[in-house]
């Protein structure tokens, strides 16, 4: 069932483990309401697939996901014939026409078919990793909720899919798909909701340790590095940290598994030694003025 308010989308999210500002929580409650698709943009790492995933939890409906990648065409993503069964069939009986081999049973959904067929919360993930061209494809999708086949007509969801888009902007989304959503810029979360998140996905992290954690990587997304860390390398490392059984952070643990925040040897690089340290000392200088007030 729908969340009936915002304030009941943010709790339901909530409820799923995920934490969301109420500017995405209302984004995500019109989406619903609306029926519309919900375009969201932003740093990689920063939630924006978890609340596809979030959202089909909390609604009770299988996830459909579509990972966009360079060359993905209509075959991929929609639907293609099955031409190895036709074959078959033209084997198996010689008098069989085209009107005979073009139906239902021959095509083989795929992502976006599939989500018209049954109930469902639609991820098109990483819009702007696939072409440019592939985005007309998608716009009787997001429009209208339905797919037009030639050789069978148009596919039309009895119940239209709650759709979510994902892109990291490494390349600009045509007018015409953003016309077609509701939109939403998700940022990469401030230090209390970030230790929000904290406390909800890594519950074993003691609380010291995960102040600590926030404000070290707060610190680093205010560096100049080529990967800023993400929320997703945030619990990875409390993770890792509670594996470690670290109490709080110092200079050897964090020289040793910087790993895994930072995923390029250049970011790693820039990071270790005195601007590590640097960082560390300004989380300590935080936290005691945080103790102070």
């Not at 010689?94 to 991820?123: G, Y």
């Not at 596919?155 to 490494?170: G, Y």
Request: with cysteine; proline share 5%.
């Amino acid at each position: 069932m729908s969340p009936s308010s915002i304030d009941d989308t943010a709790a339901a999210l909530l409820a799923q483990g995920y934490v969301a500002q109420r500017e995405l929580a209302t984004a995500a409650f019109l989406a619903m309401r609306l029926a519309r698709p919900l375009f969201l943009e932003g740093e990689p790492g920063t939630g924006k697939t978890e609340i596809a995933k979030s959202l089909a939890a909390l609604l009770a409906k299988p996830l459909v996901r579509l990972q966009c990648y360079e060359g993905l065409d209509l075959a991929g993503a929609a639907y293609e014939w099955n031409y190895a069964r036709q074959m078959l069939e033209i084997k198996a009986d010689a008098s069989l026409k085209a009107d005979d081999l073009f139906t239902e049973r021959f095509v083989i959904p795929r992502a976006l078919l599939r989500a018209l067929q049954q109930p469902s919360v639609l991820l098109i993930d990483e819009l702007d990793r696939a072409d440019e061209p592939f985005e007309a494809f998608l716009l009787e999708v997001l429009g209208e909720f339905q797919i037009t086949i030639p050789e069978l007509g148009v596919v039309k969801a009895a119940e239209p899919p709650v759709v979510v888009i994902t892109s990291n902007r490494t390349r600009e989304i045509h007018d015409a798909v953003k016309r077609r959503c509701l939109y939403h810029w998700v940022d990469f979360p401030d230090a209390k909701r970030e230790l929000e998140i904290l406390r909800l996905r890594v519950p074993g992290a003691p609380e010291a340790l995960a102040k600590q954690i926030v404000l070290f990587v707060q610190g680093l997304r205010k560096l100049d590095l080529y990967k800023l860390p993400g929320v997703a390398e945030s619990i990875e490392w409390s993770r890792a940290l509670l594996e470690l059984n670290a109490l709080q952070l110092d200079p050897e643990t964090v020289q040793s598994t910087l790993g895994v925040l930072l995923k390029y040897q250049d970011d790693i690089a820039k990071v270790q030694g005195s601007e590590a340290a640097r960082l560390l000392q300004q989380v300590a200088n935080d936290l005691g003025q945080s103790s102070r007030g």
